[in-house]
């Protein structure tokens, strides 16, 4: 794609989503397979995966605080790759050596929306240094975009509505529910498809 076509903005239909048309669109949840990653040789499998791939999403979970001053580490990371998505309780187990190999590759894209936030809480638990992160967010806002959260970013490039609904789930428990387990893979894996058509549109 040009140079010229990249910088072009959205059209002006592109840069706002109504609430009702939101609510038009057909809900999606991830339907691929999912990886709960829960021990060592789990994790050696999943970076076979990971260093196959350019670009991965990514994504945080962690414990809703709900009283003042109280607030909580992350419990889940999620890596999404062309094939799999791959969900890993950071505060069951050391897996940060692994975790910390994909967050400074400069081989692989790690795409998110708010990634600053996640990677200074991730911070809170083990010391990298991020390279080749993309916030799909701020890309938005580079293109004139007055929205710039994943789920209006889904539904106005994706034409998808991704549903909110376990997000405020307690995401320390040890055992995941299948919807925690949904939700949380559907927001990586959204966040890698948006990554695809930002750079198809030549955003990134």
């Known amino acids: 794609m040009s140079n010229d076509a990249a910088a072009a903005p959205p059209p002006e239909s592109a840069q706002r989503m109504t609430h009702e048309a939101m609510s038009d669109l057909p809900i999606r949840r991830y339907e691929g397979p999912v990886h709960l990653?829960?021990?060592?040789?789990?994790?050696?499998?999943?970076?076979?995966?990971?260093?196959?791939?350019?670009?991965?999403?990514f994504d945080t979970e962690t414990r809703p605080a709900f009283k003042v001053g109280e607030s909580y580490l992350p419990s889940l990371?999620?890596?999404?790759?062309?094939?799999?998505?791959?969900?890993i309780q950071v505060q069951l187990a050391d897996y940060s050596a692994a975790i910390r190999e994909i967050l400074?590759?400069?081989?692989?894209?790690?795409?998110?929306?708010?990634?600053?936030?996640?990677?200074r809480s991730l911070k809170k638990l083990f010391e990298f240094d991020e390279r080749a992160v993309v916030d799909l967010g701020k890309v938005a806002k580079r293109q004139g975009l007055k929205q710039s959260g994943v789920r209006n970013l889904a539904g106005m490039f994706l034409g998808v509505r991704?549903?909110?609904?376990?997000?405020?789930?307690?995401w320390a428990a040890r055992r995941l529910t299948p919807q925690q387990i949904t939700y949380a893979a559907t927001d990586a894996w959204v966040c890698r498809e948006l990554y695809v058509r930002f750079r198809q549109l030549g955003f990134v």
Do not use: C, H, M, W
């Open 37 to 57: 990653v829960s021990t060592p040789a789990d994790f050696e499998r999943a970076l076979d995966d990971f260093r196959r791939e350019s670009v991965v999403g």
């Open 77 to 87: 990371v999620q890596f999404a790759t062309a094939g799999a998505v791959y969900l």
């Open 104 to 119: 400074s590759s400069e081989t692989i894209v790690k795409a998110g929306v708010s990634v600053a936030d996640d990677l």
């Open 162 to 170: 991704i549903a909110k609904g376990a997000k405020t789930t307690n």
